[in-house]
């Protein structure tokens, strides 16, 4: 997120928020007392994801209702522009969306990628999980069924011609392909000790159409394991599909490693091979099954929440030194 992003979300979020974004020790989180799911969320707006999610919790719903609970409000709000319909445009000028969850005790998971007009993806990835026999659906076939299944939409008639206007018009190959980005990702550990996760986005602006972010591949933006812990990303997705990221990260968590260490070395990991090295953009939050939570950023200083017995914070992570 960008000095300026960080400028507008602060514009819009409650002070107390405000006043937690400013310190961000990485501490170890306790393990949870039977008062409440242990949650970890990317960005300042991931403290309202962590909040809804406490909140539908408190009020009887499982992780997983949770977990789309949390996320819808930041696919309604279209925070920091990155996330829902109100997300950034693609090469085309519209929002095609990405999201997936993920259920840890029956190994479930749903994703819908590029798909279009549909106000909730995040839904539409659970309703994928429960209510289909697959796993991943994307484009037009993604909108087909969330639309049979009666979810929320928005008038697309307008598409076909931005898609046209989009190929006939002249396409500047110079123009800059980086136009922001952001990702609502929310992991939780309940207070029977499982593990469940959920993301969504709007994905890279300017995109080309039909480009499907790490988000709803799965172990590329979101990965986690009921035995072991869940991991999730933000940042360029093609720099995180690339390496599997939040697979490994678990897999670290599976040797021993503290979600803050595997966090890391995923960053160092990544940095060492890749022509772009610590450029690369990529941000990972992690949770395991102790309630630990950990968090780390390639190039930037990299804000995130974390909720636990009802309270919730802002903290923040510098960019991995250099080793
Ligand atoms: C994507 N990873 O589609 C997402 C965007 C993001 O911070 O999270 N940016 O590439």
New binding site residues.
């Given amino acids: 997120m960008s000095s300026a992003k960080l400028l507008l979300f602060a514009l819009a979020a409650p002070a107390s928020l405000l006043a937690s974004c400013a310190s961000a020790p990485m501490q170890d989180t306790p393990a949870p007392a039977a008062s409440g799911p242990v949650m970890i969320a990317t960005w300042p707006f991931g403290k309202l994801a962590v909040d809804a999610a406490a909140e539908k919790v408190a009020e009887g719903g499982s992780g997983l209702d949770g977990i789309e609970e949390g996320i819808r409000l930041i696919e309604t709000l279209g925070s920091d522009g990155?996330v829902g319909l109100a997300g950034r445009p693609n090469a085309a000028g519209y929002p095609q969306l990405?999201a997936y969850i993920m259920e840890g005790p029956t190994r479930g998971a749903g994703s819908v990628g590029g798909m279009e007009g549909i106000v909730h993806p995040i839904t539409a990835a659970r309703r994928v999980m429960d209510s289909s026999r697959h796993v991943m659906l994307v484009g037009e076939g993604a909108r087909w069924f969330a639309l049979e299944q009666g979810l929320e939409t928005v008038d697309v008639s307008d598409l076909d011609a931005k898609k046209a206007a989009w190929v006939e018009r002249e396409r500047d190959p110079a123009e800059p392909a980086e136009k922001g980005?952001?990702?609502i990702t929310l992991l939780m550990l309940d207070d029977n000790g499982d593990l469940y996760g959920g993301c969504s986005?709007s994905?890279?602006g300017g995109k080309l159409p039909g480009r499907v972010?790490?988000?709803p591949v799965l172990g590329a933006?979101l990965f986690l394991d009921n035995e072991v812990g869940a991991a999730g990303?933000?940042?360029?997705?093609?720099n995180?599909m690339r390496y599997s990221a939040t697979t490994v990260i678990v897999e670290m968590m599976r040797q021993g490693m503290h979600p803050q260490e595997a966090c890391e070395a995923m960053v160092h990991r990544i940095a060492a091979v890749d022509p772009l090295g610590y450029e690369l953009d990529v941000?990972f939050i992690a949770l395991d099954k102790q309630g630990r939570t950990g968090a780390a950023a390639s190039n930037q200083r990299f804000p995130f929440a974390v909720g636990e017995k009802g309270a919730s914070e802002v903290r923040s992570v510098d960019a991995v030194s250099r080793r």
């Fill in positions: 990155s990405d980005h952001d990702t986005t994905g890279a972010g790490d988000s933006g990303a933000t940042g360029v997705g093609e995180v941000c």
